[in-house]
């Protein structure tokens, strides 16, 4: 039991690092809400362990033909873009306020 909570804490560690700089190449934030952004990890890190795929946590999806909502999903950059973060609220602009 100890050694699979190890395993998922390094999993969430592992897509938080991802997640951090996908942010900072493309000039973004994570949420500095952590709660939030715990919520969104520990999301993605389950769909992970159950399906091999990052699936958004906060869309409803198929895991066998739902490719477009693997995080970051097709439609995280037009939404960043327009509300200044995406459906998740893990992405944000770094201009905009949380």
Not at 34 to 40: G, H, L, R, S, Y
Not at 59 to 67: L, Q
Not at 76 to 94: A, M, S
């Amino acid at each position: 039991m100890e050694q699979e909570k190890n395993s998922n804490e390094d999993l969430i560690e592992n897509i938080e690092r991802w997640a951090e700089n996908y942010a900072k190449e493309n000039k973004w934030i994570l949420n500095t809400d952590e709660k939030q952004k715990k919520i969104v990890l520990k999301g993605l890190a389950k769909a992970k362990r159950q399906w091999g795929k990052q699936f958004c946590p906060c869309r409803i999806w198929n895991p066998h033909k739902d490719t477009h909502v693997i995080c970051p999903c097709i439609y995280h950059r037009e939404e960043i873009e327009n509300d200044g973060y995406c459906h998740c609220h893990f992405f944000f602009k770094k201009e905009v306020d949380q």
